[in-house]
Every structure is written in C-alpha cells, then in structure tokens.
C-alpha cells in the first residue's frame, strides 16, 4: 500500500478547483472516497448534562479524514474506560465532504511513455478532508461537573492529534 503523503500540500484552505468541461461527465469526480470516521455521536444521546467542552480551530485549513477518526478515537477510549457509556456525550462536529484529488506523475524508466503529464490533469480521488474556518467547533464532549477535568484530558488528546492549533471552551448550560 502507498505512504500517505505529508498533508502539508493539502493543508490549504483555497476555492476547490471545479473540472467544467464541454462534457457533463467529465465535470465530476466518479469516485467517492471511502471515510474511515466510524461514528458522530458517541456516549449518552439523550441525557442533558450541565457542562459541555468544545475544541475550536485556531486557524482555517483542511483536516483529513483519517486525523478526524485518530482524534476520536483516542478521546472516546478515555472517556468511555473512565466515566463509562452513560456518563458522558462525544460528538464530532466536522464532516470530510471535500474530495482530496491527485495527478500521478510516473517517475523512472519509460515513464515518457505511461505517463499523461498534464493533459488529463483532473487527478483521481485519494483522500476526504473537512474544510474548517477560524473558530469552528470541531468536537463537544457534554458531562457532569465532576467529570470535567477527564473530559479536558480527553479534549487534550484529540488537540495534539489535529493538524491545526486548537482552544478548548468550556460552556455551563443552564437547565
């Protein structure tokens, strides 16, 4: 299998390029990337509890699929070995709609004579990635005030795994 490339390519937060061709085909990614995020909601769904965590983007840039998933589940693991199922709400705010694409270029021997170049350049699917904004909550952990210092351990966690400096708020809700 393939390395991954460094996501420092596409880390950038620009207008998504739109393939517009005289054929309505050819205008649109056939392929749709498989995303590894297994679940959004996580913990208690229906409980309130009086005290909610978010972790906000510092910055506005591109976060791949596979950081998302890597955040949630460290997070999830604490919370869930700690306070248990019932004791807590995780939820992931992000959604990787963005289809992150790529022009194989060959490289070696021959390669004058499999490579296209630049001339069907539209580049096929690699990877998904959430376009997130300065200030934009990527994930809320909701738990009861005593189990706050665990769920800011928990938020921690997911911070060093995004590709983006992050703050963590805290909100008490009012019942």
């Known amino acids: 299998m393939a390395r991954l490339k460094r996501f420092a390519r596409y880390k950038d937060l620009e207008r998504p390029y739109t393939r517009i061709s ?6 649109y990614i056939k392929a749709n990337p498989n995303k590894v995020i297994v679940r959004y909601d996580m913990g208690d769904v229906n409980k309130k509890f009086p005290c909610t965590l978010n972790l ?3 910055t506005g840039l591109q976060i791949r ?4 998933e890597s955040a949630r589940q460290s ?8 306070l248990g199922r019932k004791g807590y709400y995780f939820k992931v705010k992000i959604y990787p709609f963005h289809i992150l694409r790529e022009n194989p270029l060959a490289s070696g021997a021959g390669a004058d004579r499999f ?23 990527l994930f809320t952990i909701s738990t009861d005030t005593q189990n706050l210092s665990v769920a800011r351990k928990a938020m921690d966690r997911a911070r060093h795994k995004m590709p983006c400096s992050c703050s963590i708020q805290l909100i008490e809700n009012k019942k």
Request: aromatic share 4%; proline share 2%; glycine share 6%.
């Open 22 to 27: 005289k054929y309505r085909k050819k205008s």
């Open 115 to 137: 490579s296209t170049g630049m001339k069907h350049s539209f580049g096929k699917p690699i990877s998904s990635a959430a376009r997130v904004k300065k200030g934009q909550t």
């Open 65 to 68: 699929h596979n950081a998302i």
């Open 75 to 82: 997070s999830n693991r604490l919370l869930e070995n700690t």
């Open 56 to 58: 906000l983007s510092k």
